[in-house]
T-cell receptor
Framework: GAVVSQHPSWVICKSGTSVKIECRSL??????MFWYRQFPKQSLMLMAT?????????EQGVEKDKFLINHASLTLSTLTVTSAHPEDSSFYIC?????????????FGDGTRLSIL | DAKTTQPNSMESNEEEPVHLPCNHS???????IHWYRQLPSQGPEYVIH???SNVNNRMASLAIAEDRKSSTLILHRATLRDAAVYYC????????FGKGTKLTVNP
């Protein structure tokens, strides 16, 4: 079945560091991928839509210069948290859908736990 | 994206059926109804989705009201591994998560 892989699974780094998270669709192509953030005991919050070959679309209140998204190929999107601070610590999750097949569901990665010290 | 309403929590006993309701009265005519579930510290897992007709797969059944303003996810025999937060969403592309229903399964 459709698989979405995220890397890394978890990362701990110092405040001020930039962190890159990868999201790959392993057996299908995705022109669109989605990035979510989830704080403890809360639901997933959609951050942005990653569009292959063009700029990402950010949800209201999400800083595009803080969360850089690159979707350079049909199987890879990256989210870079720039100059991360403790308040950016969260669970980041991506999703993708097979764009060549109509009516297919989104599949989610296993998430990346980001902890900023 | 359709606004959805789900009970905050539900409880079931192992090996009994579970019916998880969802209201999505603002869903558009072309939006699919999606159900996902999430275990702690994991990404959401796809359960089932449908447009108008009822749907069955190996995990669950989805019963969609004729007016499409509500749907019910049916787990035919709950197991302890079914304990999770269940989310229903209406959408065609991006999915907006509500608070979901936390399902507890008692042994």
């Amino acid at each position: 079945g459709a698989v979405v892989s995220q890397h890394p699974s978890w990362v701990i780094c110092k405040s001020g560091t930039s962190v890159k998270i990868e999201c790959r669709s392993l057996d299908f192509q995705a022109t669109t991928m989605f990035w979510y953030r989830q704080f403890p005991k809360q639901s997933l919050m959609l951050m942005a839509t990653s569009n292959e070959g063009s700029k990402a679309t950010y949800e209201q209140g999400v800083e595009k210069d803080k969360f850089l998204i690159n979707h350079a190929s049909l199987t890879l999107s990256t989210l870079t948290v720039t100059s991360a601070h403790p308040e950016d610590s969260s669970f980041y999750i991506c999703s993708a859908r097979d764009s060549e097949r109509v009516g297919q569901p989104q599949h989610f990665g296993d998430g990346t736990r980001l902890s900023i010290l | 994206d359709a606004k959805t309403t789900q009970p905050n929590s539900m409880e079931s006993n192992e090996e009994e059926p579970v019916h998880l309701p969802c209201n999505h009265s603002t869903i558009s005519g072309t939006d699919y109804i999606h159900w996902y579930r999430q275990l702690p510290s994991q990404g959401p897992e796809y359960v089932i989705h449908g447009l108008t007709s009822n749907v069955n797969n190996r995990m669950a059944s989805l019963a969609i009201a004729e007016d499409r303003k509500s749907s019910t996810l049916i787990l035919h025999r709950a197991t302890l591994r079914d304990a999770a937060v269940y989310y229903c969403m209406g959408g065609s592309e991006k999915l907006v998560f509500g608070k979901g229903t936390k399902l507890t399964v008692n042994p």
